[in-house]
């Protein structure tokens, strides 16, 4: 599915052993980074705004 919504992003999962973190890694060509860094502003706004990210902080990508 996202390869028709977003063709422009490179996917990447990793998975630690032994219950280790895993990771979800985007990237692609220009301009994928400000359109992350949008995308997802806009999405911690909108639940901060809603009160469900108390204490979330955000920064710059």
């Given at each position: 599915?996202?390869?028709?919504?977003?063709?422009?992003?490179?996917f990447?999962?990793?998975?630690?052993?032994?219950?280790?973190p895993?990771?979800?890694?985007?990237?692609?060509?220009?301009g994928v980074?400000?359109?992350?860094?949008?995308?997802?502003?806009?999405?911690?706004?909108a639940?901060?705004d809603?009160?469900?990210?108390?204490?979330?902080?955000?920064?710059?990508v």
């Open positions: 599915m996202e390869r028709k919504c977003c063709p422009f992003f490179d990447g999962i990793e998975v630690g052993r032994e219950s280790g895993v990771w979800l890694r985007l990237s692609g060509r220009r980074k400000d359109f992350l860094s949008q995308a997802f502003l806009g999405l911690v706004r639940r901060r809603k009160g469900a990210l108390r204490g979330f902080k955000t920064g710059t």
